[in-house]
């Protein structure tokens, strides 16, 4: 199966979806869904030519090395590969970043950033999987900072957060924990989704019948 | 009741949020990594600069922190000092990302992003660096790990 170009763009990707049925289940224009599969096709053939965004492909977007693991990529990546089957479709690629916008709503973006933080899927934010994510940016800044020390800030964060006292965060405390600081979902909004059809012009041209021709 | 925005304490939340892994700005914009950096050459020692680069930036920040803090979201910064002699290993080059933890806690991290490792970073590192800590108010001091740069 070769990659999909776009001069052929009859044969589209595994896991396409009309871009109409995207547009209306997201926050996307069908125009911007539409660039979003110009840069879809690029990323998801970069590697593996597949059509499919394997974690290499995603890891080489990132960070020009396909090779360069991340703990906060791979959750990004866990979460963007909905069906869990280890790669990103069209529709999960679309589906996902459509939190990212900056008019997708608020709520959206928390529970999803929830999602991020909870490294072992248990639906709670526990105290080791924060300390696990604030070893993974140390090592990633070449810090190295005392066990003691990094006890003593997740802890000042945790015992924050943790507002009922039970050893956990659960959505409730995390939505609270939000409000107080709402910086915490910076992440969690791409500005450059809102210029995307400027970015990726796609030249498909749609006719009533089922051919599409592209330029 | 505390009041919204910047929390006066550490958040290591905040500090994660830094991570290069959630930066998905590079899918869109090519290799180019989007952020806000200073690169320069100087005939200052290092420590020098970047103690300076580190006040101005709590400055900046605490400055924002007090004015706006529904919107701020404090900030991470990055320098790159660029040394003047071609050393054994082409020009050393350090790098500091600075992290704002709080608005009176600063995070600076240094390292070498070139140049020679063995001899010119150490000696950049005992005679310079070091020093500067020793300067300020330092709770903690930092081991440099002994590390390969891998360079894609």
Excluded at chain 1, 86 to 113: C, M, Q, T, W
Excluded at chain 2, 80 to 88: A, I, N, S, V
């Amino acid at each position: 199966m070769g990659c999909v170009t776009s001069k052929n763009a009859n044969k589209y990707t595994p896991g396409y979806e009309d871009p109409v049925v995207l547009a209306s289940k997201t926050i996307f224009t069908v125009n911007e869904v539409e660039a979003l599969y110009e840069l879809f096709k690029k990323l998801s053939c970069s590697i593996i030519k597949d059509g499919l965004i394997h974690k290499e492909e995603f890891q080489l977007a990132l960070f020009r090395n396909s090779n360069k693991k991340n703990l906060f990529a791979d959750r990004v990546f866990d979460l963007f590969d909905i069906k869990r089957n280890g790669v990103i479709d069209f529709g999960e690629f679309v589906r996902s970043l459509s939190v990212f916008h900056p008019n997708a709503p608020e709520s959206e973006k928390i529970a999803y950033a929830f999602r991020l933080y909870d490294l072992r899927h248990t639906g709670f934010i526990e105290r080791e999987e924060l300390k696990e994510m604030v070893q993974a940016l140390l090592t990633e800044s070449d810090l190295v900072l005392s066990d003691e020390l990094i006890d003593t800030i997740v802890d000042k964060t945790f015992n924050q957060a943790d507002s009922k006292g039970d050893g956990k965060i659960d959505l409730d405390e995390w939505r609270d924990y939000v409000k107080q600081n709402p910086s915490l979902i910076r992440i969690m909004t791409l500005p450059y989704l809102k210029d995307i059809t400027m970015s990726f012009p796609s030249f498909i041209i749609h006719s009533e019948n089922s051919e599409t021709e592209a330029i | 009741m505390e009041p919204p925005g910047s929390s006066q304490r550490p958040n290591v939340f905040h500090l994660i949020s830094f991570s290069e892994g959630f930066d998905l700005s590079p899918l869109f914009v090519g290799s180019e990594r989007h952020e806000e950096g200073i690169r320069f050459a100087t005939r200052e020692p290092a420590s020098y600069v970047i103690s300076r680069v580190a006040l101005d930036a709590a400055m900046i920040l605490l400055h924002c922190a007090s004015t706006s803090p529904m919107t701020c979201s404090g900030g991470r910064f990055r320098l790159r000092l660029d040394g003047e002699e071609r050393g054994r290993k082409g020009k050393l080059t350090v790098a500091a990302n600075i992290f704002t933890m709080a608005p009176s806690m600063l995070v600076v991290a240094v390292r070498r992003d070139g140049g020679d490792a063995v001899v010119e970073y150490k000696r950049f590192y005992s005679d310079e660096l070091r020093p500067c800590t020793q300067g300020h108010h330092v709770d903690f001091v930092f081991r440099r790990p002994n590390r390969h740069v891998d360079k894609i």
